[in-house]
């Protein structure tokens, strides 16, 4: 293992848990403009400023290293980049339409890639009083303890987490896909984000998790997941440019016992 890795760790800790700081405060003082992106997707003045916040500082430590963020560089080629450059995956608050209802499922989520090795994930959810973090090799974390997936083995039992896009004419898909899982599982939830369903998955209080997202709101949580046990795959062919590493389409992501299940009936070509 790099002995930078454990440096950029401990200093994408301390980037979520100052973020994690600056979002709570602002929705206390309710400080936040909101608007809207393409597919009325909702972003606050808080993304924006966090973001900011977030790209400056990796930016001035570490002025070698990409960033790829929601709200700054979504648009930015990974395909010229050096297999040995570090890319910095940043959602600033990963359930932005939480934070602006007043829920607590709400994170900050910083990630970090290297040609197509995850190296690093840190997810701070603020308003749970919990930061999970991972680096490649050495396990998953929750405020310091070890994480653990629920190691379900019966299907019927399991409880299965997904989300739904902005862009209502790809539902129907989805809609399909919850179905089935309704059908032959125990429950499905929709906490509104991704980065801390995959969290959750680590943790064992969700079985599984299956979704089409984008890089930054699965380059930490994915890690954090497979280092504590999850078997992570695809539901889904890419027909993304991004890299696998950090190619979130058709994600499906579960205790390794209930992968080949669940699979079965995500993937609606069996």
């Known amino acids: 293992m790099s002995e930078n890795y454990e440096e950029w760790l401990d200093f994408a800790k301390a980037l979520a848990w100052q973020a994690g700081e600056m979002i709570v405060e602002a929705r206390a003082r309710s400080a936040f403009v909101r608007d809207y992106k393409a597919d009325h997707e909702l972003v606050t003045s808080t993304d924006v400023a966090v973001d900011q916040y977030i790209c400056s500082s990796i930016v001035e430590r570490y002025p070698s290293h990409c960033i790829l963020s929601e709200e700054s560089s979504p648009n930015m080629d990974l395909g010229n980049i050096g297999e040995d450059v570090p890319v910095w995956v940043i959602d600033p608050i990963d359930g932005t339409v939480n934070f602006a209802h007043g829920h607590c499922h709400v994170a900050v989520s910083i990630g970090l890639y290297i040609g197509d090795q995850r190296i690093l994930g840190v997810?701070?959810?603020?308003?749970?009083?919990?930061?999970?973090?991972?680096?490649k090799g050495l396990g998953a974390f929750c405020n310091g303890e070890p994480l653990s997936v629920s190691g379900a083995q019966e299907l019927r039992n399991a409880l299965v987490?997904?989300?739904?896009?902005?862009?209502?004419t790809a539902l129907s898909p989805i809609i399909e896909r919850v179905s089935r899982i309704l059908h032959h599982c125990q429950d499905i939830r929709r906490n509104g984000s991704a980065a801390l369903d995959l969290c959750w998955v680590a943790a064992g209080r969700l079985d599984a998790y299956f979704e089409s997202v984008k890089p930054w709101d699965m380059a930490a949580g994915t890690l954090i997941a497979e280092e504590a046990g999850a078997k992570v795959g695809y539901y889904l062919s890419s027909t993304s440019t991004w890299p696998n590493v950090v190619n979130g389409e058709g994600l499906l992501v579960s205790s390794p016992q209930l992968y080949d299940d669940l699979f079965t009936l995500v993937d609606l070509n069996l």
């Open 161 to 168: 987490a997904t989300g739904f896009p902005y862009q209502k």
């Open 123 to 135: 997810v701070n959810a603020p308003f749970l009083g919990e930061c999970f973090w991972a680096l």
